[in-house]
């Protein structure tokens, strides 16, 4: 399958170089891109005094325009790549920044290493990195939950998901997928200003994340030395969780470390009362991130090998 074999090269190239400082400084990153031209169209349609009504016809137009246009630029040059391997690699190559592999495993070690050593101001710099929630308002055991469910959900919809459209549906699958996702983490929120603008893109991430959400979880359950427990919290706890996706790599993920996860959080002057994912086990303490590390590695290699079967056949 060619749309796998492209991924094999993408997580390859993504494993040994990530993306370099030196290359983001001088051209950015293919999301930083999205996420441009999702601002624009925030500025230029998204108007103050609009009613709902409106600003959901333009977040509706928003998300059709930039879908559009990741589909139709990951087309064409899908249509230009030569044929046979080289094609193959070529893919790869340009859907390499696609995918956050090393990138989110050096961003939660970030976390762990000062969290580990006590330095709980450069730990909440760290994981405010990867959260939404004001991190100046988590103890020692709040930031390495923050920092777990981020690994979780993350592990999902930046590694996973991405992977899973690239495989299916090439490298145009790979680009509307990572476009979707932008303009949900951009303007899928519940604020004043996004509930209705952002409607139509937290709507199409759901659906998107649907089943990678599901086979992440799978993965986090099958690979830990906990898998009947694991998949007992992600089927007994994932529908609890605010989102109807993240919670199950959260919730398996829980139960493979036996620790608990979600539950009540604060975003600036607001706190969110959640319920608690696995919520008759321990808080997570600093060694748990590492814990989870080892088992991300386990859920990478993994998908690798699951990927690679779909290459060979």
């Given at each position: 399958?060619?749309?796998a ?8 190239i ?18 930083t891109w999205?996420?441009?031209l ?9 108007l103050?005094?609009g ?5 959901r ?7 059709l ?9 990951a087309?064409?040059?899908t ?19 696609l ?6 495993r ?18 909440r710099r ?7 929630r004001?991190?100046?308002r ?12 981020s ?10 998901a ?48 649907l ?7 799978l993965l986090f ?16 706890d ?12 959260e ?11 979600s ?6 002057d607001?706190?969110?009362e ?17 814990r ?14 699951v990927v690679a079967?779909?290459?060979?056949i």
């Open positions: 399958m060619t749309g074999a492209m991924m094999i090269v993408a997580l390859g993504d494993a040994l170089i990530g993306w370099p400082p030196r290359l983001y400084a001088l051209i950015g990153h293919p999301v999205i996420g441009a999702i601002g624009a169209l925030d500025r230029w349609i998204n103050d005094g009613d709902d009504r409106a600003r016809i333009a977040g509706v137009v928003t998300a325009v930039v879908i559009g246009a990741a589909a139709a630029l087309s064409l040059a249509s230009l790549l030569p044929g046979g391997w080289s094609g193959v690699v070529l893919a790869g190559v340009l859907a390499w920044p995918v956050a592999m090393r990138s989110l050096e961003h939660v070690e970030a976390v762990a290493a000062p969290l580990a050593a006590g330095d709980l101001d450069a730990a760290a994981v405010g990195m990867i959260v939404g004001d991190p100046d988590l103890d020692r055991n709040g930031i390495a939950r923050a920092s777990l469910e690994l979780g959900e993350n592990t999902s919809d930046g590694i996973v991405p992977v899973f459209w690239g495989v299916v549906f090439g490298l145009p699958g790979i680009a509307v997928y990572k476009a979707i996702n932008t303009l949900d983490s951009m303007i899928g929120h519940r604020s004043e200003r996004y509930a209705a603008f952002g409607w139509a893109s937290a709507r199409i991430d759901d659906v998107a994340n089943i990678p959400a599901r086979l992440t979880g359950a099958v690979v830990s030395t906990r898998p009947r427990a694991a998949l007992a919290v992600m089927w007994r994932a529908r609890h969780h605010r989102s109807p996706n993240a919670g199950w790599p919730a398996a993920l829980a139960g493979a470390l036996d620790i608990r996860l539950g009540p959080r604060s975003y600036g607001r706190v969110a959640e319920p608690w994912v696995n919520p008759g086990a321990a808080d997570p303490v600093p060694e748990d991130i590492g989870a590390l080892r088992l991300f590695r386990f859920v990478m290699l993994a998908m690798v090998l079967i779909c290459a060979l």
